[in-house]
């Protein structure tokens, strides 16, 4: 499985936009980007994922790179809500390959 | 539209017992896969079912079998059981209409804590 970067952990204000990024230098041309995000207690829960565009859903924005090798997860209003464990996964077969993930807290 | 739902929640077991643990799929669904989850390991692949076969395996010991009924619920299934065992286990549905499954999205359920003693 092609390897994902990201930082240990992020901080940030209610309300305000969080940027998460994520590095995977070795993507190939059919892996899918995906993002889960995990709160306290829960099981992992989907959030977006995209292949070459960037994609838009109700929960956030994925921004990928035009070469494909980083893309970043994009919260537009932070909530105490999105604090959570997220994990940037590149898909390139039947099972997801979890890594340590980012820690996002977020401060009220 | 009921999610994912594993039961039981949480389970006390002792060294050399076995359990099994359940799991129920969104409607609709067919594949259902397993996941372990640890402080030191993080979370980690068991197998994946589709159509009551088991398609996909990941990298444990013979210890750990499933099955899938035909209406796609699941069952897995650790005998011997032993301390490291102990970990969060989580289910996951999907269509699974892709054999590869890289462009559909997995839901999962609340998992379920078993504790080895």
């Known amino acids: 499985d092609a390897k994902t970067t990201q930082p240990n952990s992020m901080e940030s204000n209610e309300e305000e936009p969080v940027h998460l990024p994520c590095n995977h230098s070795?993507?190939?041309?059919?892996?899918?980007i995906h993002w889960y995000r995990q709160l306290p207690s829960q099981g992992p829960e989907y959030v977006i994922h995209g292949l070459t565009s960037n994609v838009n859903n109700r929960m956030a924005s994925l921004a990928i790179a035009e070469d494909r090798k980083s893309s970043t997860l994009i919260l537009h209003r932070a909530t105490l809500r999105d604090a959570a464990v997220y994990y940037c996964i590149l898909r390139d077969d039947y099972k997801l390959s979890f890594g340590a993930g980012t820690t996002v807290t977020v401060r009220a | 539209k009921a999610g994912v739902t594993q039961t039981p929640r949480y389970l006390i077991k002792t060294r050399g017992q076995q359990v099994t643990l359940s799991c129920s799929p969104i409607?609709?669904?067919?594949?259902v896969s397993w996941y372990q989850q640890t402080p030191g390991q993080g979370l980690q692949f068991l197998f994946e079912?589709?159509?009551?076969?088991?398609?996909n395996k990941g990298n444990f010991p013979g210890r750990f079998s499933g099955r899938q009924f035909s209406n796609s619920r699941s069952e897995m299934n650790v005998s011997t059981l032993e301390l490291g065992d102990s970990a969060l286990y989580l289910c996951a549905s999907s269509f699974g209409g892709d054999s590869l499954g890289t462009n559909e999205k997995l839901f999962f359920g609340s998992g379920t804590q078993l504790s080895v003693l």
């Open positions: 070795t993507i190939s041309g059919t892996d899918y």
């Open positions: 079912y589709f159509s009551e076969t088991q398609r």
């Open positions: 409607s609709g669904h067919r594949s």
